[in-house]
């Protein structure tokens, strides 16, 4: 069966630098995401990519952020300077149409110290 | 603002007991509703979802869940509770015009 999935499981940073986290779409899927979940909190949206351009974002996706379908199969987020309460579990998701169903990664444990 | 309800923190039952998840939401229309779990360490999976048509939805793992448009509710539930259920539980909605809200969701645990 077909699955997203993410690399790192988990990384490890210092304040300040800049992190790529890597995910792998279902590869027929045109839709794709990033979410994030705080420790103990709910899951939030960031940011949804389509056509090779982001077609929403939320509060939380400021400057720091960007995100990049490099290549055919590749979907990355980087955070280009790290705070400390950018640590959480960031999961990447793909849809095969606008509104269906969102399949999920197992998720990359980002901490930042 | 769209917002999704989850009211129990932490659930915990026999095994073998029934199972109700509450979830309510906040919008005008009826939006796409969906529970996905989650178990630790693990990435988020889809148990159901709700679109349209009948109320009543089947999902994985023998769970459904009822659509209540009078109620703004998309409750989750299960027959008979088995110990590998124990797990996190996220009701979402999607109104259409942003991707997916989540409640805070539900711990369930399961005593024997």
């Known amino acids: 069966e077909p699955e997203v999935t993410q690399t790192p499981s988990h990384q490890v940073t210092q304040m300040g630098q800049e992190v790529i986290l890597r995910c792998v779409p279902i590869s027929n899927h045109l839709y794709f995401y990033w979410y994030r979940q705080i420790l103990g909190q709910k899951v939030e949206f960031l940011v949804s990519f389509y056509n090779n351009e982001i077609s929403e974002k939320s509060e939380i996706f400021d400057d720091q952020f960007s995100v990049e379908r490099p290549d055919g199969s590749n979907f990355t987020l980087k955070i280009r300077s790290t705070k400390l309460e950018d640590s959480a579990m960031y999961f990447c998701a793909s849809s095969e149409s606008f509104r269906n169903e969102q399949f999920f990664g197992p998720g990359t444990r980002l901490t930042v110290l | 603002a769209q917002s999704v309800t989850q009211p129990d923190i932490h659930i915990t039952v026999s095994e073998g007991a029934s199972l109700e998840l509450r979830c309510n939401y906040s919008?005008?229309?009826?939006?796409?509703l969906f529970w996905y779990v989650q178990s630790p360490g693990q990435g988020l999976q889809l148990l159901l979802k709700y679109f349209s048509g009948d109320t009543l939805v089947q999902g994985i793992k023998g769970f459904e869940a009822e659509f209540k448009r009078s109620q703004s509710s998309f409750n989750l539930r299960r027959p008979s509770v088995h110990w590998s259920d124990a797990a996190e539980y996220f009701c979402?909605?999607?109104?259409?015009?942003?991707?997916?809200?989540f409640g805070k969701g539900t711990r369930l645990s399961v005593i024997a």
């Open positions: 919008y005008g229309a009826t939006p796409y």
């Open positions: 979402a909605v999607d109104v259409g015009n942003t991707p997916l809200v």
